[in-house]
């Protein structure tokens, strides 16, 4: 069974960069998983923020960019805010309309 | 302005059935592919299933295959999911999502919530 992993939790300060990671159990992530990044607070829907590895959704700040960084695929917060306190979901393709989401991270801003 | 509202759920016993809708405005639905997505409580997202714009092709998660069925009817502009045999497991809020041909969600519902419980 593919597992996607995520760091279960991060702290940043306001103002400070922090990478969250998103990690396959079978392997390295590529770009070929069209990884995406979704921002969710409780009680709301998902938010949409960083699709095919790096492309920003419309509306998200340019603090928040996507990428590969080593065997994952990774989202940066440069500038953290007090709003950016989140849990965060990457979620991998897997092809024949099979998607894999991450357990999420939570992200406190502190 | 892009919709999606979820409709239809609640408290259902384990066993049961529920059939799930989502209304879609402010798009052409036929061009677009669809999924459901669901969170339990105090959990994280999970794919439940996945449909194409035609209907042709339709995916399901393991924990849920053969007791979903996703269907759509685009000239209503709607989209089902049919939940039976539910279990304790399949708690949880129900949110469809408009996937784009680059494999993600652009818009998500509100989401509904579903209880299976006795």
């Known amino acids: 069974q593919t597992v996607v992993t995520q760091e279960p939790s991060f702290s940043v300060s306001p103002g400070g960069t922090v990478t969250l990671t998103c990690g396959l159990s079978t392997g390295s992530v590529s770009t070929s998983y069209y990884p995406s990044w979704y921002q969710q607070t409780p009680g709301q829907a998902p938010r949409t923020l960083i699709y095919s590895t790096n492309a920003r959704s419309s509306g998200v700040p340019d603090r928040f960019s996507g990428s590969i960084l080593g065997n994952k695929a990774a989202l940066t917060i440069t500038g953290a805010q007090a709003d950016d306190e989140s849990d965060y979901y990457c979620v991998l393709y897997m092809g024949n309309g099979i998607w894999v989401f991450g357990g999420g991270t939570k992200l406190t801003v502190l | ?118």
């Open chain 2, 1 to 118: 302005e892009v919709q999606l509202v979820e409709s239809g759920g609640g408290l259902v016993q384990p066993g049961g059935s529920l059939r799930l809708s989502c209304a879609a405005s402010g798009f052409a639905l036929s061009h677009y592919f669809m999924a459901w997505v669901r969170q339990a409580p105090g959990k994280g997202l999970e794919w439940v299933s996945f449909i194409n714009s035609g209907g042709s092709a339709i995916y399901y998660a393991d924990s849920v295959k053969g007791r979903f069925t996703f269907s759509r009817d685009n000239a209503k502009n709607s989209l089902y999911l049919q939940m039976n045999s539910l279990r304790d497991e399949d708690t949880a809020v129900y949110y469809c999502a408009r996937i784009r041909s680059t494999y993600y969600s652009d818009y998500w519902g509100q989401g509904i919530l579903v209880i299976v419980s006795s």
